[in-house]
């Protein structure tokens, strides 16, 4: 296998990898700012230098030249090399800043020639805690300053698009933006405008920056040019707790992160995941956050005196549903499950039931023809069609749907936005008597007779199987009324609880919403019907459900964290419906 | 060297009036040279031995033998290859492919040919500088003539041989000179250099083998073929040999382009052929290729001849042969801060080292040419050409931080003149 000598220390490599990745890859670090691995090199940052040589090898016998001590004679490239354009041989010698005065003194030049036009905005940056630039500077940059003319000014605050403003002094010219819209978003609408240090991007004369991806700008951006006009100085980065999840706005099931303070949803970010959606994130994804903190419905409310939703307590919630339930046959009973709603959440629903005595089960697909795209937008606008559909809920068209209601006395509906989504009218919900269990306030809770709250996606631990039939898992990032951060095992411990004092931990209690894990609720529920289900925490339920459905063979919460995700078998990408 | 200067004949600019129309061109031995090389006497090989042999040195700056740099180009695979012709002469100090343009185009035209021929090139670009709007138009109707008269196009002469010959402007930018960023700019996009390697022999215009000469270079070449290569390596300097194209502009008495051999002794070249300095002032500088090449000072220019070793071991570079004379008038500090103000206008951006650097340079410059620098700007300045030199994607850092290094380097004392005095280090 081909070798090289990197800091005096041998490896061995195979094919042909630039060599920042295969340093980065082997655990060392080389400052650089406008490499990405998922774009072309451009080499223009000039951060990542090495000193490169290659052993004197004999033109005829093809043996390495040794010198007197028995070393391989090196000869040195006259030049540093950019490591991120640089292709790696075999043989080859590299001294990166560790081991070589030169090097470390070329990437600190460069830090300075990259500081004298950079504005001194981090009290007032997005970046700040998250920069790229600050940390290198830090390590590799100088000590001080020894700039004393005048900053080159560009325009500062530009709103390139609906949701990126553009701070053109802060910029370092890494190109990364325009790359991005060329390379991975296809839409070309940014590039760089005018010449030498009055450049910055920019998009057409007249157009807008409104690439359904932009916001995966912001994210490569290694500075505070490119920022999001959403987040813009809402939080600073090291007050917010970020937890893994997954984004339930679509079929994909990119790997996102959430990033909460104060128990609030402040931004989501793309999470790295290879077989997924690697480093990007569409932005419609991005605004869900709004859902996991607004118009959510905490305790449960009954409809009564006409249309009016009282609020009322959780005993006399399970009390009535499972009156009105004991008071008709099974047979008069509907259940709609969602694929919206998790796979844990889907299986205690329909344990339940079953065991109860209902035989069948049904969902109502999200499915807008079109929409998709060729990267991470599918048409499929549920994040668990396939889950809901392997747990053995049966699809259902409007019409049927419509026609199940009219001849059902009691309808028990998860997690589905029925109305809003135009499947249903509010008018079909008024004949039985409709129980939903909803996270969000819509025109489908106001319509049914009794809305129990459930948590969201940000609140629970649950699965959600992609399109594509792989089986991913969240992470609760908000507490609830009855959870808390440091007793429950599946939440994260956040970077104010382990290091903050008592001062940085406010608790605005209003932010916690008053719901219930589905389960959990059936738990109740099963209880009050005499009925001997019992589920435990959303891992055992995944236990439960991988040991006794022969599509989620083999699952587990461990599984799935190791390998970020399982692709399940007997789900090809060909049978799927998206 | 003693040479009897005036008894020389140009060839490359010669003495012949109309000689751009086509029939003059062709009436007094034109495209011969073309007809010999298509004759069945003659294949690709021969022509790039014979031009390698004669050792015409690239004439835009870098001084690189041209023949061994067609031999770079690597075997037909049957897709297209491109020669790319650099008439884009913004170096300042330089403006003698213009005299070509006007005086001789189909000169140009007909080695480009032969250079095509030689590397079996399918298509041949030469890309003139924007601001050279009428020589474009010159340009256009020579090829347009030298279409009508089937000397290129399909089966020329009769040969088998095919090539295009097309001309682009530029749209004034200085990096569009580098061989690279042309390309960019041929394509239609940004002038941004591109990193090297891959070379443009094996990938340069959209993606497939290109080869990039000088226009001055090229119209050496129908002259080596017609008088042989033995006769052009016989002219001028040893290492350096042939006819070239000085460029002589500032403080003489008769600035203008004058076609000599290479090696001429500046001091001929600034007291005779251009006939002494201005009102008879004496020579305090000169820069003698072009802005990126280190100043000579009066006593470095004494026993100096215009070849590329001479120049080397007197401290500078052959570079374009655009000579700027400076007399003792000449204010230095202006005259490099100009310099400066020119790279940090031209430079394209793309890497840090340049785009910061050559703003701070100028900044630095400006301050010390009001008035207001100390002396340890001259230190911060020199650190900086460090930082810039061999750092970037291109030369344009390395051009716009010779000068800087030299100038101050060699007029320090009018730099330290010019600066308050200071006693703080260098913080």
Not at chain 1, 506 to 531: A, F, I, Q, S, Y
Request: negative net charge; charged residues 25%.
């Amino acid at each position: 296998m081909p070798e090289i000598f990197i800091d005096g220390k041998r490896y061995e490599f195979e094919g042909k990898p630039k060599l920042l990745q295969f340093i980065l890859d082997n655990g060392k670090e080389v400052p650089f700012f406008c490499y990405h691995p998922e774009m072309s090199a451009p080499a223009n940052c000039r951060q990542c230098y090495v000193k490169v040589g290659t052993p004197v090898q004999n033109r005829e016998t093809g043996e390495y030249e040794l010198d007197e001590n028995g070393e391989r004679v090196i000869r040195w490239f006259p030049k540093m090399q950019t490591s991120c354009s640089m292709e790696m041989t075999d043989g080859m010698v590299v001294h990166t800043q560790e081991t070589s005065e030169e090097v470390a003194r070329a990437q600190k030049d460069t830090m300075e020639l990259i500081l004298i036009n950079h504005p001194l905005d981090c009290p007032i940056c997005d970046q700040a805690g998250e920069c790229p630039l600050q940390i290198q500077t830090y390590k590799y940059g100088p000590e001080g300053s020894r700039f004393e003319v005048k900053k080159v000014h560009k325009p500062k605050r530009v709103e390139l698009g609906p949701r990126v403003t553009l701070d053109a002094e802060r910029c370092i010219n890494c190109t990364r933006c325009v790359r991005f819209t060329e390379e991975i978003s296809g839409t070309h609408q940014l590039t760089i405008s005018s010449r030498g240090d009055k450049n910055y991007p920019i998009t057409a004369p007249g157009m807008e920056f409104d690439d359904p991806y932009s916001l995966n700008t912001v994210d490569i951006c290694p500075v505070g040019a490119l920022t999001s006009t959403d987040f813009r100085f809402k939080a600073r980065v090291w007050e917010m707790n970020q937890t893994p999840s997954i984004d339930i706005t679509g079929g994909k099931g990119t790997n996102v992160d959430l990033w909460t303070r104060d128990n609030l949803v402040l931004r989501l970010t793309p999470r790295y995941n290879e077989n997924v959606n690697t480093h990007w994130m569409p932005d419609e994804a991005r605004m869900a956050y709004r859902k996991f903190n607004e118009n959510r419905i905490s305790r449960p409310s009954i409809k009564a005196d006409g249309d009016n939703q009282i609020k009322t307590s959780w005993n006399n919630a399970i009390e009535t549903f499972a009156e009105k339930l004991e008071a008709v046959k099974p047979a008069d009973v509907l259940v709609l499950g969602s694929a919206h709603a998790s796979v844990e959440e889907n299986y205690s629903l329909m344990k339940l039931f079953s065991t109860w005595g209902v035989s069948d089960f049904h969902f109502s697909p999200d499915v807008k023809e079109g929409f998709g795209d060729d990267f991470l937008l599918t048409d499929d606008q549920a994040p668990n069609t396939n889950g809901v559909k392997a747990l053995g809920f049966s699809e259902t068209s409007a019409e049927d749907l419509k026609a199940a209601i009219k001849s059902a006395k009691v309808v028990v509906l998860l997690n589905d936005e029925l109305v809003d989504r135009g499947v249903l009218d509010s008018e079909d919900l008024k004949k039985p008597f409709v129980i939903s269990l909803a996270t969000n306030e819509t025109e489908t809770s106001k319509s049914t007779d009794l809305v129990i709250p459930i948590t969201c996606i940000a609140e629970h631990a649950a699965s959600y199987v992609n399109v594509e039939g792989r089986i991913q898992r969240s992470l609760p990032a908000k507490e609830t009324k009855y959870t808390h951060r440091k007793l429950d095992l599946e939440m994260s411990e956040g970077r104010l609880d382990r290091y903050g004092t008592n001062f940085d931990n406010w608790v605005n209690e209003d932010n916690k919403v008053d719901c219930t894990p589905t389960w959990e609720l059936m738990n109740n529920l099963g209880k009050r019907l005499g009925l001997s289900v019992q589920f435990g925490t959303s891992r055992e339920i995944m236990d439960e459900i991988a040991s006794s459905n022969s599509s989620f063979e083999g699952v587990s919460y461990e599984k799935m964290d190791d390998e970020n995700g399982i692709q399940l078998t007997g789900m090809n990408k060909e049978e799927v419906s998206a | 060297m003693s040479f009897d200067w005036k008894s020389y004949t140009p060839v490359i600019i010669p003495d012949i009036p109309n000689l751009h129309e086509i029939d003059v061109y062709t009436k007094n031995g034109g495209y011969d040279s073309l007809k010999k090389v298509l004759s069945n006497d003659w294949d690709p090989e021969k022509v790039i031995n014979e031009v390698k042999a004669a050792n015409i040195r690239g004439r835009g700056g870098a001084g690189f033998n041209a023949g061994l740099k067609w031999s770079f180009m690597p075997k037909p695979d049957g897709g297209p290859r491109y020669l790319a012709c650099n008439g884009d002469e913004s170096e300042p100090g330089t403006f003698k492919d213009r005299k070509i343009f006007e005086y001789n185009p189909h000169l140009f035209i007909e080695g480009a040919l032969i250079a095509a021929y030689a590397m079996q090139c399918s298509a041949i670009y030469v890309y003139i500088r924007g601001e050279y709007y009428s020589w474009i138009k010159m340009m256009e109707k020579a090829l347009k003539d030298a279409y009508d008269k089937g000397f290129i196009g399909k089966n020329i002469l009769g040969s088998g041989f095919d090539v295009e010959f097309h001309v682009t402007g530029g749209a004034g930018a200085y990096i569009c000179g580098e061989e690279t960023s042309m390309l960019e700019s041929l394509e239609g996009k940004r002038g941004y250099p591109r990193v090297k390697p891959p070379f443009p022999a094996q990938k340069g215009l959209w993606g497939r083998p290109t080869t990039i000469n000088n226009i001055e270079t090229l119209s050496c070449v129908p002259l080596v073929i017609k008088n042989g290569a033995d006769w052009f390596s016989g002219i001028g300097a040893e290492t350096h040999p042939g006819p070239v194209l000085y460029g002589i502009s500032g403080h003489v008495n008769r600035p203008g382009v004058y076609e000599l051999p290479t090696g001429m002794p500046i001091e001929t070249l600034i007291n005779e052929v251009a006939g002494g300095m201005r009102n008879g002032k004496k020579l305090k500088g000169l820069i003698p290729g072009g802005s990126s090449t280190p100043i000579l000072t009066a006593e470095m220019v004494k026993g100096t001849n215009m070849d590329a070793d001479s120049l080397r071991e007197a401290g500078s570079m052959m570079g374009t042969a655009g000579m700027i004379v400076m007399d003792e008038d000449t204010d230095m500090v202006e005259m490099l801060w100009r310099i400066s103000h020119f790279y940090h206008h031209e430079s394209c951006g793309q890497c840090t080292p340049c785009r910061e650097g050559t703003g701070w340079l100028e900044k630095i410059l400006l301050k010390i040419r009001n008035g207001d620098g100390e002396i340890r700007d001259l230190e911060l300045l020199i650190d900086l050409c460090s930082q810039m030199e061999g750092r970037t994607i291109c030369a344009l850092a390395d051009a716009a931080a010779w000068p800087v290094r030299y100038t101050i380097d060699r007029f320090r004392d009018e730099f330290e003149a010019r600066c308050k005095k200071s006693t703080y280090a260098l913080a």
